[in-house]
């Protein structure tokens, strides 16, 4: 499971809120705990079984974790080994609030769902106030493709599950029109993609 502290769970606080990831065993005790953070406020928003029985964790910064802080809020990623010990961690973001809502490894890939109130991939403007990312890294945490769709309204990428196949199924919600007329005041969005698709 993961979470935030403001204390210290397994090691001391780096600043404001830590992000966390525990590994219970079956009969509920802890296999191990791992606390991290930068000076300023971190968190999880979810996790996924990484390479080697590692543990993946998405999440948002507001300080400097993995790469100096770009705005507002940052999308970051870490890997954990499957002893808890960090094998890598990834930052990226705009001007504005980024958000990194789920991770998974499909095949040589990771990919994260998520959200950017600015131009993550770097091409362009933003599509409306809050656009819809798949981020695509490597096994090694390198960037390899930014995706960003939208409307022009608030759209965001929060669910992703992977296929038998290693297709990316993700899901999440627009206030705009994305593929038809609104229903209402939030609509779901659902999709399947592979990388580059």
Do not use: C
């Not at 808890?84 to 991770?103: I, L, N």
Request: charged share 20%; net charge negative; proline share 2%.
């Amino acid at each position: 499971m993961t979470g935030y502290s403001e204390g210290d769970l397994d090691g001391p606080n780096a600043g404001d809120k830590d992000l966390f990831a525990v590994r219970l065993r079956p009969d509920g005790s802890v296999a191990w705990a791992t606390q991290l953070g930068s000076a300023a406020l971190d968190w999880t928003q979810g996790a996924g079984t990484g390479p080697d029985g590692g543990m993946l964790v998405a999440g948002s910064t507001e300080g400097s974790f993995a790469a100096d802080h770009a705005g507002e809020r940052d999308m970051l990623v870490v890997l954990l080994d499957a002893d808890g010990d960090e094998r890598w961690r990834w930052q990226a973001g705009t001007e504005g609030m980024d958000t990194a809502f789920e991770v998974r490894q499909t095949g040589e890939f990771i990919v994260v769902t998520g959200s950017t109130a600015g131009s993550l991939g770097g091409e362009g403007s933003a599509l409306g106030d809050r656009d819809a990312v798949l981020v695509w890294l490597d096994l090694d945490g390198n960037l390899v493709e930014v995706e960003q769709f939208g409307t022009g309204a608030v759209d965001d990428a929060t669910g992703l599950d992977v296929a038998a196949d290693g297709t990316v199924v993700w899901s999440g919600y627009t206030f705009g029109s994305f593929e038809a007329d609104p229903a209402g005041q939030a609509d779901l969005i659902l999709g399947l993609q592979a990388m580059g698709g």
